[in-house]
């Protein structure tokens, strides 16, 4: 007898989105895996972005998300990310003006506000070294690669139940690609992630399913492999060509 399917940690039926009137996520549905790394794949401008925002409350939505089976549409950003989403947005967002350390402590949620340790930081250290030396160095003078390393960070030193980055590897020099993915990999150890993402070579390297999203609407799921590794599905959804990722 087959032991009975894990309850995905997210799931999204017929989410819809606007942004001033003008809809930009026709009507998503998909299902997030508890573990592992889950990619949202499409061209540019087809609502992979809106739909990780109308996931979080950020844009106005219609539909149903559910949060280890608990719906979360109805609630406020705030208390979604409160249930344990954590968002690491596309443009980085840090407190410019602030410190590292600065930036890493408003993002703690529970321990810091309780008075305890954070056995996050620890895992966090480790995975990001460099911020370590640079704690006291203000995040609006770090170098593009390592705001980005600051964002992911902030989000991981929460207990969060799953982890929504959009676009973590935009606009990075190779070998900052690599850093954040050797990270987000290592995260994906301890935590699921619904990552957007346009490098294939990023997301042929961990990525475990995937969800292609065309004119707002998802047009396939399925192993993030079954895609990248045939040249004509890849070039139909995508647009590109896997050979020139691999």
């Known amino acids: 007898m087959n032991a009975p399917a894990p309850t995905p940690i997210l799931t999204v039926s017929h989410l819809s989105a606007s942004i001033a009137g003008q809809q ?24 992979k972005t809106s739909t990780i925002r109308g996931i979080l409350g950020l844009i106005h939505r219609q539909g149903e998300v559910t949060l280890a ?18 968002y690491v947005p596309e443009d980085r967002e840090v407190f410019a003006g602030l410190t590292v350390a600065e930036n890493l402590a408003l993002a703690e949620r ?15 250290a480790e995975l990001f070294p460099d911020l370590v030396a640079r704690r006291a160095q203000q995040a609006g003078t770090l170098s593009g690669g390592q705001q980005q390393m600051v964002s992911v960070a902030r989000a991981l030193l929460n207990d969060n139940r799953i982890l929504l980055v959009d676009e973590p590897t935009k606009g990075l020099a190779p070998k900052i690609v690599d850093e954040v993915a050797d990270a987000l990999e290592e995260a994906s150890t301890i ?6 993402e346009q490098n294939l070579d990023v997301v042929r390297r961990f990525a ?8 707002g609407r998802v ?21 590109v060509s896997a050979e020139a990722h691999a």
């Open 69 to 86: 089976g608990e719906r979360i549409d109805g609630l406020p950003t705030h208390r979604i990310v409160q249930r344990g989403v954590g």
């Open 219 to 239: 047009v396939h799921t399925g192993p993030a492999r079954e895609i990248l590794d045939d040249e004509a599905l890849t070039m139909r959804l995508l647009g």
């Open 208 to 215: 475990t399913s995937a969800v292609v999203i065309a004119g």
């Open 24 to 47: 930009v996520v026709e009507d998503v549905s998909f299902e997030v895996p508890a573990t592992g790394i889950t990619a949202v794949l499409g061209r540019n401008g087809v609502g």
């Open 110 to 124: 529970g321990s810091r506000l309780r008075g305890e340790a954070n056995p996050r930081r620890a895992f966090v």
């Open 191 to 196: 935590v699921p992630i619904l990552l957007v």
